[in-house]
């Protein structure tokens, strides 16, 4: 399994220790190639790639005194490129590995995908949020 390391880029992970960022990044990172980050892309970072941030999420109270192993978050999924088709279509592989996802992820779109441009660099996006559950 991988993970992001200290540069944002995927590193290996055992399935013991998965966290809701190294899922993500096992499941979209070699969509990109590794270009896959939490929050922010560094600088330098490579095209194209997928930039997620959590949002928000359903609070999960625990059960008899134990966590749950599952924790739900809302995830959004942004996907760059030079170009809005690019972006267009990484965002659609992006949907089918979500939506396709092995147990026990889980996940639904909340809404339709949103069209963006970043300003300073004039990179065309692609932002689709998810509802998610995720190994804890």
Known sequence: RRHAGRDGR??????AHMTPDSTLITLLGGLVAGECYPDFAPEGAGLPRIVYQQVGGLAVDHQEGKPADLENAR?????????RDQSTALAKQVEDALLAAPAPVQATRLGARVSVVDDDT??????QDYSMWLPR
């Open 75 to 83: 995830m959004q999924i942004t996907c760059w490129s030079d170009e």
């Open 10 to 15: 995927a590193t290996e992970e055992s399935p």
């Open 122 to 127: 004039g990179l065309r996006g692609a932002r």
